[in-house]
């Protein structure tokens, strides 16, 4: 079993840049597929960015890609979201997420552990 921590959510004007980072619990966080999610008010949880077991292959929503980048660090059982050129629409609660398989990497149905997210506010 696996406990996630996330911070370093906050205010942020457009244009902005945050990183989020999700502490891991246990010995075992480099055996997880780690994800991060998003959940703006009154809509669906949505897939943001996976990273595999070692941090050689990564994930992304279309939508996203070249604005966030997912990273991991095993040494220190943390896994990051670098997010830049924030838009207000990117305002959402973020989660992140642990599974073993990599398979269903983009399901939040497939993650069988989650943080208590954290939040993140972009302004115009």
């Known amino acids: 079993q696996v406990q996630l921590v996330e911070s370093g959510g906050g205010l942020v004007q457009a244009g902005g840049s945050l990183r989020l980072s999700c502490a891991a619990s246990?010995?075992?966080?480099?055996?997880?597929?780690m994800g991060w999610f998003r959940q703006a008010p009154g809509k669906d949880r949505e897939f943001v960015a996976a990273v595999n077991w070692s941090g050689d292959s990564t994930y992304y929503a279309d939508s996203l890609k070249g604005r966030f980048t997912i990273s991991r660090d095993n040494a220190k059982n943390t896994v990051y979201l670098q997010m830049i050129s924030l838009k207000p629409e990117d305002t959402a609660v973020y989660y992140c997420a642990a599974k073993q398989l990599l398979p269903g990497w983009g399901l939040p149905s497939r993650y069988n552990y989650w943080g208590q997210g954290t939040q993140v506010t972009v302004s115009s």
């Open positions: 246990g010995r075992t966080f480099s055996s997880y597929v």
